[in-house]
């Protein structure tokens, strides 16, 4: 039976660094080859994992999920580089749960330094930890790691397989290897004769693949330049198939209902209203809950609301008020980490001016336009898992524990994500799909989750409260002393993913906190975990989510008490630390034409945060109409270090910046009795194309290390936001969401 990995189980997490612990690895098991999953056949060639050329020509199997980021794309742009082939001649496939596909980029990103200070040999050091990836089977996307994992890989794959091809010609035509030239998919002979590389995939599969140095970036064609993206045609004309897509001969339809006072035990229930219904055709018991299936999700939808169940009690607090009293007790205890303590915070400079403030930040839920779902064909012996997900390999294990198989048993299917955000990456949709297919043998089942059960059974980012103590002196900030509170998304997966408690100091607690670019003499930044039940996960920008508001705003608190321009006050921090971030800064003051002066009935803020390897900073402005207030522009400034798609790093800073003010504004998810009392979008609202700002991003370059896309936009925009409407209002916002102390446009 397979388990989360023999290796996976002796490891324990640092933040979301692997530490291997209790085992040793030597250099061969660390170093060996990943076994290439795929298998072709007659007159196809696997030149390496990623790359499959047969008689239709060129297929990419691409091992991260394509959620709306658009990573399928910028991969085809990086093998197509080095493979001479026209980015229309690839056909782009998700790659299947394979050890091969792990990312070589997530164990790197825990190493406990601050980022945008980190050495050459450090950034040397994580790529080298990579590797742990493949021993771990992190076929994980997430953390903004797509294009760091893929960029040297996927070069050197479409490099190999180009001077693979190019040797199987020379055989043929009895020439020397460097006599030939490709392109657009052609192997290019002396005399100008042209072989297509689907001519020569059945010779290219007998030989050795072949290694080369990559080329220089002044010869690129696409990297560096916006590219169409390839998902484009599918998701315009509906035919892009995501999880609630999949549609098998012979398939039925579930829908399911867990315990709404999450981890709480079922005590019984009563199905007869439920099997009385036509076209229901089974009630499950899952444990922990029920499932029906029936002839349509509709019906299963029905069905499974009339069963009468008997559920226990949350093994939590019931009022959201008593959550936030443990969360304050956990500042009681010592920290869980302090991983930047600077000079002296004890005493406060002689002369300097002293602030406090507190801080609190809501749990939230992942929100994703796509219900949870997932198709399941259990035959006894095998199973077939259809999904969205972010994590093939893990779900792969999970689901071949809960059905008794090996793992070779089982086969995941990968489907578009509509929507991710780190709740894909879970476990719990396919598992309980699997169970409710396993009550039905040889039938493919697709289990829906309903919009309510998804919004109330979410593995939530953490609700959070940060107590800050500054002191300022000479219009400059010389102490910083800040503790945040909260429950460790970090601690949760890996118990939920191996089944061991996680340990030691959680960086992901602290990210957006202690690594700020800000040369501040006295500077001390703690973490502290709360010990709660209430199921919490990765959400976007994970701890930078909730940290970006407490550090951001907390800065502004202390420029209006230096009598200093927020932006004036936070660059002179910054420039001597960081030129990148400061860049950032000096990007959205030109764009803006921020003078530190705004004029009656309109506000402007600014805020920054560091992460994912990447300095963002924004501008919000906001416009009191008649007393309501409209968000009404924004400008953001981002350093990738390099931007493989410009456009594509333009439209992740906005989406990741209006997935910010959704949740500044709306998002909140709150408990009576121990249930979540938000049901469905009316409950929990999201920025609107009417209530959205006009947007201006500029991409800039000048990063040592390429950084990530998707989720740095994300943190800077909540409190730039709070920071604006200070700015309009003199109220200061000290919680989120913005709506329970603003009249906000909705």
């Known amino acids: 039976m397979a388990s989360v990995g023999k290796i996976l189980r002796r490891t324990f997490l640092i933040g979301s660094a692997a530490i291997v612990g209790g085992v040793a690895f030597g250099t061969y098991y660390v170093t060996r080859p990943a076994a290439n999953p795929l298998k072709p056949g007659e007159g196809e060639a696997a030149l390496n994992p990623f790359v499959l050329i047969d008689q239709n020509g060129v297929t990419l199997f691409a091992p991260r999920a394509e959620m709306g980021q658009g990573v399928r794309t910028t991969w085809a742009a990086l093998i197509a580089e080095e493979l001479d082939v026209d980015l229309d001649q690839i056909t782009v496939l998700h790659g299947p749960a394979a050890a091969a596909y792990y990312n070589s980029a997530l164990v790197g990103e825990g190493l406990p330094n601050k980022g945008y200070d980190i050495s050459n040999f450090q950034h040397n050091l994580g790529e080298a930890l990579g590797v742990l990836g493949k021993t771990l089977s992190l076929q994980v996307t997430g953390g903004s790691t797509s294009m760091k994992d893929g960029f040297d890989r996927m070069r050197q794959a479409g490099a190999s397989a180009r001077e693979t091809l190019k040797r199987a010609a020379a055989n043929r035509l009895g020439v020397d290897p460097s006599d030939l030239k490709t392109a657009s998919g052609h192997v290019i002979a002396p005399n100008g004769d042209k072989i297509a590389y689907s001519m020569l995939a059945e010779d290219a599969a007998g030989l ?3 290694e080369v140095p990559l080329r220089d970036p002044s010869e690129w064609r696409y990297l560096g330049r916006s590219q169409p993206r390839l998902d484009m045609v599918g998701k315009a004309t509906g035919t892009a198939e995501f999880g609630v897509d999949v549609r098998l001969p012979g398939m039925k339809f579930a829908s399911v209902r867990m315990n709404p006072k999450l981890g709480g035990a079922m005590n019984g229930f009563d199905d007869s ?3 009385s219904m036509p076209g229901v055709e089974q009630v499950v018991d899952l444990g922990t809950g029920v499932a029906v299936i029936a002839s349509n999700t509709w019906l299963a939808n029905q069905a499974v609301e009339a069963i009468d169940v008997d559920w226990g009690d949350a093994p939590y607090p019931p009022e959201t008020e008593d959550i936030f009293a443990r969360i304050a007790e956990a500042f009681d205890d010592a920290p869980n980490s302090t991983m930047r303590d600077d000079g002296d915070v004890s ?8 602030i406090t403030a507190e801080y609190r ?9 796509e219900p949870m779902n997932a198709t399941a064909l259990y035959t006894g012996n095998a199973l077939e898992l259809w999904c969205g997900n972010q994590a093939p390999t893990l779900i792969q294990f999970r689901v071949a524990n809960t059905a008794g198989l090996d793992t070779e048993a089982v ?6 994500l509509g929507g991710g955000f780190g709740r894909r990456g879970e476990l719990d949709f396919g598992e309980i799909a699997t169970k409710v297919a396993m009550a039905m043998p040889g039938t493919p089942v697709q289990t829906t989750w309903s919009r309510e059960e998804d919004m109330r059974h979410d593995y939530f980012r953490p609700g959070a409260i940060a107590r800050m103590r500054g002191a300022v002196q000479d219009g400059k900030a010389v102490l910083i002393d800040g503790k945040v509170a909260a429950q460790s998304p970090t601690q949760q997966a890996v118990e939920r993913y191996t089944g061991f408690p996680g340990g030691g100091p959680d960086k992901v607690l602290v990210e957006g906190f202690f690594n700020q670019p800000y040369a501040v003499p006295n500077y001390r930044m703690s973490g502290h975990i709360a010990d709660l039940a209430v199921p919490v996960g990765f959400w976007r920008s994970v701890g930078n989510s909730h940290n970006g508001f ?3 705003t907390f800065m502004d608190e202390m420029a209006h008490a230096a009598s200093r321009d927020p932006l004036e006050f936070r660059l002179d921090l910054m420039k001597n630390e960081h030129a990148p ?5 000096e990007a959205v003051k030109d764009m803006s034409g921020w003078t530190g002066q705004t004029t009656e009935g309109v506000g402007r803020g600014v805020a920054f945060t560091y992460s994912f390897g990447t300095p963002v900073a924004q501008v919000i402005e906001v416009v009191d109409e008649d007393g309501t207030i409209r968000i009404s522009k924004a400008w953001i400034a981002c350093d990738m270090g390099l931007a493989l798609d410009p456009e594509n790093v333009k439209a992740q800073m906005f989406g990741g910046m209006m997935y910010g003010l959704s949740a500044a504004c709306f998002g909140e998810i709150t408990f009576a009795e121990g249930e979540v009392e938000q049901f469905n979008f009316p409950d929990y609202d999201a920025m609107r194309m009417h209530t959205a700002p006009q947007v201006e991003v500029r991409v800039l370059e000048t990063n040592r290390h390429m950084g990530g896309a998707g989720e740095p936009g994300t943190p800077p925009s909540m409190p730039a936001l709070g920071n604006a409407l200070f700015d309009l209002t003199g109220k200061r916002a000290r919680s989120l969401p913005l709506i329970n102390q603003f009249n906000l446009l909705i």
């Open 208 to 210: 050795e693949p072949v």
């Open 273 to 275: 209203a439920a099997r």
């Open 347 to 354: 005493a406060s400079p002689e002369n300097a001016t002293e």
């Open 361 to 369: 930040v809501p749990y939230l839920a992942h929100a994703t336009m």
């Open 411 to 416: 086969q995941i299917h990968t489907t578009y």
């Open 550 to 552: 407490f550090h951001e």
């Open 581 to 585: 971030s400061a860049g950032c800064l």
